[in-house]
């Protein structure tokens, strides 16, 4: 079993501030996945990383894949009471499935 | 919205009955996976399909079985219920190996009482 470790497990900030939360693991990973997921529903892919070292923006999300391919962190610059809900991250070994981790609540409060 | 749906949304079972969980996508995706999520334990994976007829075990595959007849259907069963296998079930599919992402149907909450 790949273990990838989340944290913080809950997070909770006021609308505006800023945040990481971070994925780690003893494993090396082909590939890293952020997913949030919202109540009631299933996880929604987020970024896919890759390459060591690699970093990715998708507004005001930062994701960064460590250099041995081993941890990850998201970054939310400026948090909006939209950006609530489980972030998780997921890796992938040399075969096709995923690993995820147990994940990151997070709260804005407005 | 990417075309998969699960059914039941939601069911309530007593211990010892066969509980059936239906995926069905329309995105003719090759691979299906079945997951639970568990305070605490996150999503695992109990199998997963690479084809029609085509599947294999996950970490949880104890006390499940799955069937894949058509590419577009993926059925869970658990064969005899047990209060230990009250979860949220997750379908995902995925178009591939690699960097593939997969995306997740909105889960059923199954309770065995």
């Known amino acids: 079993t790949q273990l990838l470790e989340q944290s913080p497990q809950f997070l909770s900030i006021q609308e505006g501030e800023n945040l990481t939360v971070y994925c780690n693991s003893s494993?090396?990973?082909?590939?890293l996945q952020w997913y949030r997921q919202e109540p009631g529903e299933g996880p929604v892919l987020l970024v896919t990383?890759?390459?060591?070292?690699e970093v990715k923006k998708l507004k005001r999300l930062t994701f960064q894949f460590g250099d041995a391919r081993k941890d990850s962190s998201l970054h939310i610059t400026a948090a909006q009471p939209g950006d609530t809900g489980l972030y998780l991250c997921?890796?992938?070994?040399?075969?096709?499935?995923?690993?995820f981790g147990t994940g990151t609540r997070l709260t804005v409060i407005p | 919205d990417a075309g998969i749906t699960q059914s039941p949304r939601h069911k309530v079972t007593e211990t010892g009955t066969p509980v059936t969980l239906r995926c069905h996508q329309t995105?003719?995706?090759?691979?299906m996976y079945w997951y639970r999520q568990d305070p605490g334990h996150g999503l695992r994976l109990i199998h997963y399909?690479?084809?029609?007829?085509?599947?294999d075990k996950g970490e949880v595959s104890d006390g499940y079985s799955v069937s894949r007849s058509k590419t577009e259907d993926f059925l869970l069963t658990l064969e005899s219920a047990t209060s230990s296998q009250t979860s949220v079930y997750f379908c995902?599919?995925?178009?591939?190996?690699?960097?593939?992402?997969?995306?997740f149907g909105s889960g059923t909450r199954l309770t065995v009482v």
């Open positions: 995902a599919i995925s178009a591939g190996a690699g960097i593939s992402g997969y995306t």
């Open positions: 494993s090396v990973f082909s590939s």
């Open positions: 990383v890759v390459t060591g070292g």
């Open positions: 997921a890796g992938k070994t040399g075969a096709n499935n995923l690993f």
């Open positions: 995105e003719n995706h090759r691979y």
């Open positions: 399909s690479y084809g029609v007829k085509d599947t």
